[in-house]
C-alpha cells in the first residue's frame, strides 16, 4: 500500500506564500515524476508544476516565476513553495507520484501505480 499525504495550506493574503508538502510512504521501489495539481471550483483539476527523477521541472505558464518546485528523492517527498500568490491560485492542491512497488507476480517483480494525496485547499484572500 502505498499512500501520499500532504502539509501545508490555509489562507494567505494576496502577494504572499506559502510552501506545500507531500511525502510517499509504503512498500516503494521507486518513483518517477511527482507533480502537483491544483482544482478551482467550477474548473478540471489542471498541472500545476511537475518534477522529474532527474530534477527537470516544467510549470503551468500561469505560475512561472511564482512558484518552485523541488524533491527529496531520499525521503520520497516533493515540495511546492509558492510566491507572490494571487486570488486566482486559490483551490484544492493535490500531489501526484508515478510509483513502483514490488510485485513478485509480474515478469519485471515491480508494478507502476499513479498516486495522489488527499488534497489540501489553498485560499488566497484579495
Known amino acids: 500500500q502505498v499512500q501520499m499525504v500532504e502539509h501545508g495550506g490555509g489562507l494567505v493574503q494576496a502577494g504572499g506564500s506559502m510552501r506545500l508538502s507531500c511525502a510517499a510512504s509504503?512498500?516503494?521501489?521507486?518513483?518517477?515524476?511527482m507533480s502537483w495539481y491544483r482544482q478551482a471550483p467550477g474548473h478540471q483539476r489542471e498541472l500545476v508544476a511537475l518534477i522529474t527523477a532527474g530534477g527537470r521541472t516544467n510549470y503551468a505558464d500561469s505560475v512561472k516565476g511564482r512558484f518552485t518546485i523541488s524533491r527529496d528523492n531520499t525521503n520520497n517527498t516533493v515540495t511546492l513553495q509558492m510566491d507572490s500568490l494571487k486570488a486566482e491560485d486559490t483551490a484544492v492542491y493535490y500531489c501526484n507520484a508515478e510509483v513502483h512497488f514490488p510485485n513478485p507476480k509480474t515478469p519485471a517483480l515491480y508494478s507502476y501505480l499513479e498516486v495522489w494525496g488527499q488534497g489540501i485547499l489553498v485560499t488566497v484572500s484579495s
Open positions: 509504503g512498500n516503494i521501489v521507486a518513483i518517477n515524476a
